[in-house]
Antibody, heavy 118, light 108 residues
Framework: QVQLQESGPRVVKPSETLSLTCTVS??????????WSWVRQTPGKGLEWVGY???????DQNPSLKRRLTISPDTSKNQFSLNLSSVTAADTATYYC??????????WGQGILVTVSS | EIVLTQSPATLSLSPGETATLSCRAS??????LAWYQQKPGQAPRLLIY???NRATGIPPRFSGSVSGTDFTLTISSIEPEDFAVYYC??????????FGGGTKVEIK
């Protein structure tokens, strides 16, 4: 059973960089046809796809975030990470990591609420 | 860009009734649509993929169908644990992923 766990700071100051890590267990991030994704949800709102990456480093990002976003794999640790620069209050959200296989998000982490506040 | 519109925004039902949730695509798309359930304080959970296939462990009261650009999630004889928010998702804009706005199923 694949499990994902998000970790990182829960409070980030405006204009700084939000950095999160997703640790994958029960399976390899190098699995066939797998991508590893970030999805966020602002309080009381719907789901927003942030981006995804494969173990080899190929992937895509939400065009609205692309300028500020980096998603990277770390195959040695079976992890992948998210870095979102120049954050504002609008980036306050619960961030979920998830596995994408055949374009479906089949396994999800529990989510981590990140608040942008001084 | 294809947009997914879910309706209704809120559905009020009593346990035992049937829930019918709609997800409409703004233009013709393939049948690669998924449905997710999200309960308060929890991550979304995959229910249905490829429009009508139940994910592992999902009970048969959940079913999906498609007619043209209209996708439907049906929950037959809804149970108390089924009250949640439901989202549809499609790969139509691949490599981008697209979510619908969600339908909240609440207890009447």
């Amino acid at each position: 059973q694949v499990q994902l766990q998000e970790s990182g700071p829960r409070v980030v100051k405006p204009s700084e960089t939000l950095s999160l890590t997703c640790t994958v267990s029960g399976g390899s991030i190098g699995c066939d046809y797998c991508y590893w994704s970030w999805v966020r949800q602002t309080p009381g709102k719907g789901l927003e796809w942030v981006g995804y990456i494969s173990a080899s480093g190929s992937g895509d990002q939400n065009p609205s975030l692309k300028r500020r976003l980096t998603i990277s794999p770390d195959t040695s640790k079976n992890q992948f990470s998210l870095n979102l620069s120049s954050v504002t209050a609008a980036d306050t959200a619960t961030y979920y990591c998830a596995r994408v296989k055949w374009e479906v998000l089949d396994y999800w982490g529990q989510g981590i609420l990140v608040t942008v506040s001084s | 860009e294809i947009v997914l519109t879910q309706s209704p925004a809120t559905l009020s039902l009593s346990p035992g009734e049937t829930a019918t949730l709609s997800c409409r695509a703004s233009q013709s798309v393939s049948s690669f649509l998924a449905w997710y359930q999200q309960k308060p304080g929890q991550a979304p959970r995959l229910l249905i993929y490829d429009a009508s296939n139940r994910a592992t462990g999902i009970p048969p009261r959940f079913s999906g169908s498609v007619s043209g650009t209209d996708f439907t999630l049906t929950i037959s004889s809804i149970e108390p644990e089924d009250f949640a928010v439901y989202y549809c998702q499609h790969r139509a804009n691949w490599p981008s992923l697209t979510f619908g706005g969600g339908t909240k199923v609440e207890i009447k």
